[in-house]
């Protein structure tokens, strides 16, 4: 048996491969698998098609997101992608999902940033949404087994290979202990230990990170994240959530706190076009220098857009924004901020079948690594979450058939549980739901769209100050459930994704893409390498395959005029 953990796109699909290789697969989410992460995906989904433009090619595809990526990507993990994607793109379509179509039948395309071509398929502005359904949909005619609202605590393995995991019921309490052959970590990010993002409270909080860490696996870049130069600030429990990129699309506009249009002085040929990595540092620069709005934010307006377009072109960022702020956003402005987004680093994975360094163990999509470097390209991570899923589970498919005989420890499964064990009987002083908050705060001010040496360090004494603290947290499950419980966890995971974060961060001492290093303003060649890092052997740097040369002849600037540069 394989158990895939994440209910997500990337869980489903691995799901899937597997039932259809006829092999016993269950799968576990916190969530409810209708209200997974990847449903909040908006803008389309990539594959080189050629459907509107008979030129694009799967090279071509590669290129561009080996550019994209700063040359942080692995070419060989982005050539399996770019070569796979079509197959994604027909394996949805054979499962029943309803893509935008032109008339004459062929699948649409549009464009997004940095594409030479348009590759970008979608279902409206909610195509992680259709993704997400058409696959619970071919889950449910296999009859997968999926259990919802189970939180897994601990991954077991012994002697370097993983036999099952450990958790429990987040409404009851009551606890799983799961025996398989191979376990597929579908988990997410970790962009929630900042202040704001763009994941809802209870994902992305690096669980995917501290499992695969604690049974014996590494990570992969965990400082090169992804910051969304448009999240609302207000109210505070929403803080992070997208205004979709759309509205500049369209012909919003930014604005400073003293009316001033500033993208002019950071990108003045594509203005609020330009890509989501120099918006969001436009936008946090004039903030830091006190420009910023009441808030601390930009503004961004749309109101002079005719009242029809954007109640048909932006009809999600109207309703958002009308249902959170009473805010009618074709008569006011909006008041946005970079917001932690996506993360591009994950667990060090084989590329060919993201195996780890733990045997029997594998991670998929966005708790994975080696697509996407300094910069993910737009519309790319939904199609990694196909291809991968069919890869891997095909690979943990085959390994759990390989198997004669399964190792298992009786001291690892009691060490898991007593981990459960120790947290429900903690009563200390400390409020786990604080120190979470603190955690955040650490990163958003010390490890946020722009960093230095000076300020990591200080993030590692506080952060050191916050570890010491958990020694003395209380946890009180009540009639609700055992969300307190789970809370326990989360801290303890975002704990360790942020000083990995914050390590790597230190580590790589230049400007790249989204790691912007303001005592290191200028691209260092020499740094050209994947940052590998793991709590008992700290940070190790690994080299990059070269590019072949039947891509790299590809790989040029591409227009943007005109289009969205994401």
């Known amino acids: 048996m394989v158990l895939v953990i994440g209910t997500g796109g990337a869980g489903l699909r691995a799901a899937i491969e597997l039932a259809e290789a006829g092999v016993d697969v269950l799968a576990v989410g916190k969530r409810a698998k209708e209200d997974a992460h990847t449903a909040l995906a908006a803008g389309g989904i990539n594959a080189a098609l050629a459907t509107m433009d008979p030129e694009d090619t799967w090279q071509q595809h590669a290129a561009d997101t080996l550019k994209e990526s700063y040359l942080l990507a692995d070419p060989r993990t982005v050539e399996i992608v770019t070569r796979g994607a079509a197959q994604g793109i027909g394996d949805l379509e054979r499962y029943g999902m309803a893509f935008a179509r032109e008339e004459d039948g062929r699948i649409s395309q549009r464009f997004f940033g940095a594409h030479k071509f348009r590759r970008t398929a979608f279902a409206g502005d909610y195509t992680g949404l259709e993704i997400q359904r058409t696959l619970i949909r071919r889950a449910g005619r296999l009859d997968i087994p999926v259990l919802d609202g189970v939180y897994i605590t601990r991954l077991l393995a012994h002697d370097g290979a993983v036999f099952g995991a450990y958790g429990f019921d987040l409404a009851k309490g009551t606890r799983y202990l799961i025996h398989a052959d191979a376990v597929i970590l579908a988990a997410g990010g970790h962009t929630r230990i900042w202040r704001r993002t763009s994941s809802r409270r209870d994902e992305n909080t690096g669980d995917s990170f501290r499992l695969a860490v604690e049974a014996g696996a590494r990570l992969r870049d965990p ?22 990129e759309a509205a500049r699309g369209e012909g919003g506009i930014l604005r400073n706190a003293l009316g001033e249009r500033f993208m002019s002085r950071y990108d003045p040929d594509r203005m609020e076009l330009s890509t989501r990595d120099r918006v969001a540092l436009a936008s946090y620069t004039e903030i830091q220098e006190g420009r910023g709005t009441p808030h601390g934010g930009v503004w961004l307006d749309v109101s002079h857009l005719p009242r029809q377009t954007i109640m048909t072109r932006l009809p999600r960022v109207y309703q958002t924004l009308m249902d ?4 009618d956003i074709t008569r006011e402005p909006i008041e946005i901020a970079p917001t932690a987004h996506y993360s591009m680093g994950g667990v060090w994975v084989r590329p060919e079948d993201h195996s780890t360094d733990v045997r029997g163990l594998y991670a998929i999509g966005e708790a994975s690594s080696g697509l996407h470097g300094a910069n993910r390209l737009g519309g790319n991570s939904l199609i990694e979450l196909l291809v991968f899923g069919r890869l891997t589970g095909r690979a943990a498919a085959a390994y759990s058939q390989s198997l004669t005989a399964q190792p298992r420890s009786a001291s690892a499964i009691a060490q898991a549980r007593e981990e459960v064990d120790q947290l429900l009987a903690a009563d200390g002083p400390e409020n786990v739901r604080a120190l979470q908050r603190a955690v955040r705060d650490i990163m958003t001010a010390y490890a946020g769209v722009v960093r230095s040496e000076e300020g990591l360090r200080a993030g590692l004494a506080e952060l050191a100050v916050i570890e010491k603290r958990m020694e003395d947290v209380g946890v009180h499950p009540d009639i609700a459930g055992y969300q307190d419980l789970a809370h326990a966890f989360d801290l303890k995971s975002a704990t360790l994704a942020a000083r990995a974060t914050i390590e790597a961060a230190l580590e790589r001492r230049e400007t790249r893409g989204c790691h912007n290093r303001s005592d290191y303003p200028e691209l260092d060649p020499a740094l050209q390498v ?21 891509i790299a002849s590809l790989m040029e600037e591409v227009s943007t005029e005109g289009k969205l540069a994401e």
């Open 223 to 244: 400082e090169l994240v992804q910051f969304h130069p448009s999240g609302i600030i207000e109210p505070e429990h929403a803080a992070g959530t997208l205004v979709s």
């Open 324 to 327: 959170l702020q009473m805010l």
């Open 530 to 550: 994947n940052l590998v890092w793991s709590p008992t052997t700290g940070i190790t740097r690994e080299s990059i395959p070269a590019v072949p040369d039947e």
